[in-house]
Each structure stands twice: as C-alpha cells, then as structure tokens.
C-alpha cells in the first residue's frame, strides 16, 4: 500500500491505524484557536486535518469559516496571544505545538506562504531582484552573483521571460497578474516541503486565475511542494487539488477526495456548495440555488 493509498483510507476513517504507518506530512488533531478579541468564541475548533506528502489539499468555505485560522495555524504565522490547542499539531512528525512563541509569528521551517494581496506581501522599497536575490543568499548559502543568476532563473520559470527589466522593477511597477508571479518564484525558490496559498487567485480575472493555477501545480510538482490552497472557489479546487476540506463556521464538515465529492458529498453545506456552481444550463433557470435551499435550519444558526 503507497502512502497515497495510506492517506485516502485516512481520509475515510482518520482513526483506521492501517491509514498512516508513515509520517504525515501534516498531522492536525483536535485544533482550537482563539482570538483574545472573542476570548469566549473560538474562531476554530475540534479540526482535524491529516495530508500525506505530496497532495494538493483545498480548504474551501464562505468567509469566516476560518480556513486562514487554520491554515495560519499550520505554517506558524499566528501572533502572540492567540490562543491555539490541539491534540496533535505536527508538520513532518515535527511538534509544532512545542515551538517557541515569539513577538514576531516565525514561519515553521519547510512551509512557505501564498497570500492573495502581493502588492501588500512584497517589500514596496527594494527592486524584485533584491528581495529574491536576499532570500536566496540568506537560505541557500550562495554568492551574490549565483543568488542573482538563480533569481533570474526563477523570474524565467514562473513566466517572466523580461528578466532584466523585472530585477529592476519596485512592485508598483509590475501588473497585479506579475507581483502574484514574483510572489511565486519567492514563496517556491526555497524548495518548501509545503505550499499554503492564501486565496492566491482572487485578485485576478478568471482567465488569469486558471493560468495561475495551472502554474502553482506545474511549479510545486516540480519542485517537489505540497500544496494546501484556501480558496472560496470550490469548482477551480475540483479542477487543480486532489483532496478537499470543508469549512463551515470554524469546522471541518467534510473532507474527501476531489473525483468523489461531487457524488459523495455528506454534508448538507458542501452540497449546497456544490449546487451553487453556476452551469451553462443553469443561466438559463430564474432562480439559481443559494445555501439556504440545502442547510437545515438547526445548522445555519449553529457556530463553534
Ligand atoms: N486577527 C483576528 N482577530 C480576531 N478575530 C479574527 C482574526 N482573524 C480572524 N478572526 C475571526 O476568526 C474567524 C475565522 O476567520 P478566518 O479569516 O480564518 O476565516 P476565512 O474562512 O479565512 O475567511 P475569509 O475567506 O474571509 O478570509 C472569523 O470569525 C473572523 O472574524
């Protein structure tokens, strides 16, 4: 039995303890975590989420489900006085509840980050070939000028072939579609065991969004990167991950596989999710379904 084969039977049943002779890459049991704002609220709790090396897991959701809660959790990124518990919170068998809290949140060394917004992500002051050519010195341990022909040469495999103009450019001087691309060549150029991906498409237009993906999947099965992508976007996840996670009000109501969920979906939310996809068939309805037609009324009210 591959470790694939491990994870999809711990996707059924996490406790089958055939699932998983080998470390995870990602192994969450039992997560809460609460903001000091709402002291009484977690903004997650009773989460469980396992991933074998090598996938491409989703965590979709409507807004406030807490799927960044969750995600920022996992890459180490929550700040001082958020409240985080688990049973089990660990990244390559690696304890992630036993590190050090810090003022500053340090990123859980193997896991790079995504996020949606790069004109905020990227250093609005130093040229893209700095910011780059820094972060390879810093984790690669190589000269000036073999960090500078590796940046160019990650420029160059995430698209942007006007190399020399983009090394020289500060972010305002890039088009949204070429920040979200330098973001990549950062987040990647480290060899992360894991990609999270913030929304990274949501800035973009559908055509750019499916671009960016079919790029993100190119570029970490290259380099060998897991990926965990938050996203609203259930139909674009069906298409690009293998596994998808279901958020609902700071829970994880459902979790399978991508092919099957479509006809296996459980949960009255991930079939309203589900139903919400616009089709060529359904512009032509009155009326398009919204969650209210699949949610029993006990749950729409409920939270964590
Ligand atoms: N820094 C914070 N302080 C207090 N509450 C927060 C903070 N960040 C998130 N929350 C709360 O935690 C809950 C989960 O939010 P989170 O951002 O994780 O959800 P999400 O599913 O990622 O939403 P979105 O898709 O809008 O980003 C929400 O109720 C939100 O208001």
Known sequence: MTLVDRADRALLDPTDPVALTDVPLVEVRDLSVTYPST???????????????GRRVALVGESGSGKTTLAMAVAGFLPVGVDVRAATMQFRGIDLLARKVTRIPQRTPGI???????????DPVFPIGKQLTSLLRTTSKVSRSAARDLAREWLARVGLTDSKRVMNA????LSGGMRQRVMMALALCTSPQLLIADEPTSALDASLSRGMMDLIVELTESVGTSLLVVSHDINLCLEFCD???VMYRGEVVEHRPAATIAADARHPYTRGLLACIPTLESVTTDRLPTLDDFMPATLVGSSV
């Open 39 to 53: 002291p009484d609220t977690p903004a997650i709790a009773g989460i469980d989420l396992l991933m074998a090396p």
């Open 112 to 122: 790079s980050m995504l996020f949606q917004d790069a004109m905020t992500s990227l």
């Open 170 to 173: 500060r972010p305002y001087e």
């Open 243 to 245: 596994d998808v996670v």
